[in-house]
Structures are given as C-alpha cells and as structure tokens.
T-cell receptor, first 116, second 118 residues
C-alpha cells in the first residue's frame, strides 16, 4: 500500500533563509506526488506535482520540489523564505489503482514557521 | 472563478442531530471526494464519487453517508453525529482520468467545514 511520511512536525526558519520541508514515500510502481499548503482558516491549495519527466518541479509562490527516486523522497524547497510562507504543508501520493478511486494519500503535515 | 464551495464553514451541533454539509463545484469535474483532517493524522478519505450516481467508501466511512444526484453537488450527511466526528472536513474535486499508475489530475479543495459535536 502507498504511504507518505513527513518526518518533521514543525520546521522553523528565519526569513530570507532557504527552507526545506521533507517528504518520503512508499509506493509500488511510478509515484504521482503532490504538495499542498493550508493557510490558517483556509482550504488546501495546490502547490505543485510530479508526474513524470524533470526531477525538479516548479510550483506556485516560488516553491519547488525535487523528486529523488533512489531516496524515495520529494522534498519541498524555497530559496528564500517569507513570513507569509508560514502555514501547514502536506505531501500526498496518488493511490496506485489505475485511476479507480483518484484517492490521495496524505502525510501528517509539517508546520512551517518563518520568523522575521 | 473555478472553485469548490462548502457550507456551512463552521457548525456546532449536539449528538444525534442529523446534519448535512454541502459541497458544490463549478468545474464540471466527474470526481468528488470528502476528507476529514485530524491532528497528527493528516487527511483521510471518507467517501468518493467517480460520477453521478456512483459513490463508494473511502478509508473512514463509518457514520457518514453521501449522495451524488447532480454532477456539481456532493453533500456529506451525518445521520446521527457523535463527538468522535468532531473534525475539519474538506470536499475535493477533479477531472476523472485513469492510467496505469492512477490519475494525474490535480484535486481542488474547498475551504473546509469545522464541525464540533457536543
């Protein structure tokens, strides 16, 4: 069965510094991977996804993620953090069932806190 | 504007009083789904629908019902709510495509409904 792990409950970073939010996955077959962000009192917003092709995926708000098949990781990165990036970040993998359910399997989330 | 809407956004109720949370999307998506978000557990799928009149259970369906009479609407029904259903609920939709490794489509989420069952 597919699964996603986000090993850090919280990541603290100073504004202007690079940030990384970690995600590892366990799937059979080729993974379809997603990152979502949840701002306080808001729904989940799509940031980026990896389906195939270039291992470095660029997304919204200056975020990018690197797919690493050998390490089964899909870490979210940003070169320079903003205070407004403070939010809850979820990594997700698509259930590998040939599209039968379209289900996403989510990690437990990582709270990113950017200090001014 | 393409969006998924949910109502109500906040709800406080008592044990056993039936309630419905509505979800509507304007993107003509075939697929719709309900998730609940709980601290330390991430989001877990409750029910999903691949098209009108086609629904199926997700990972945590107990205590919930859904219906899909129209393509745009996918209401979540709690016939007899209990305190363990206190949670943050999200509706999501996407196009329905299938492939060897699953769907490549992005799911779009509503703003969430925060439910407290006393």
């Amino acid at each position: 069965a597919q699964s996603v792990a986000q090993p850090e409950d919280q990541v603290n970073v100073a504004e202007g510094n690079p940030l990384t939010v970690k995600c590892t996955y366990s799937v059979s077959g080729n993974p379809y991977l997603f990152w979502y962000v949840q701002y306080p009192n808001r729904g989940l917003q799509f940031l980026l996804k990896y389906i195939t092709g270039d291992n470095l995926v660029k997304g919204s708000y200056g975020f990018e993620a690197e797919f690493n098949k050998s390490q089964t990781s899909f870490h979210l990165k940003k070169p320079s953090a903003l205070v407004s990036d403070s939010a809850l970040y979820f990594c997700a993998v698509r259930e590998n069932d040939g599209g039968a359910t379209n289900k996403l399997i989510f990690g437990t989330g990582t709270l990113l806190a950017v200090q001014p | 504007e393409a969006q998924v809407t949910q109502n109500p956004r906040y709800l406080i109720t008592v044990t056993g009083k039936k309630l419905t949370v509505t979800c509507s999307q304007n993107m003509n998506h075939e697929y719709m789904s309900w998730y609940r978000q709980d601290p330390g557990l991430g989001l877990r799928q409750i029910y999903y629908s691949m098209n009108v009149e086609v629904t199926d259970k997700g990972d945590v369906p107990e205590g919930y019902k859904v219906s899909r009479k129209e393509k745009r609407n996918f209401p979540l029904i709690l016939e007899s709510p209990s305190p363990n259903q206190t949670s943050l609920y999200f509706c999501a939709s996407s196009k329905r495509t299938s492939g060897r490794w699953g769907s490549q489509e992005t799911q779009y989420f509503g703003p969430g409904t925060r439910l407290l069952v006393l």
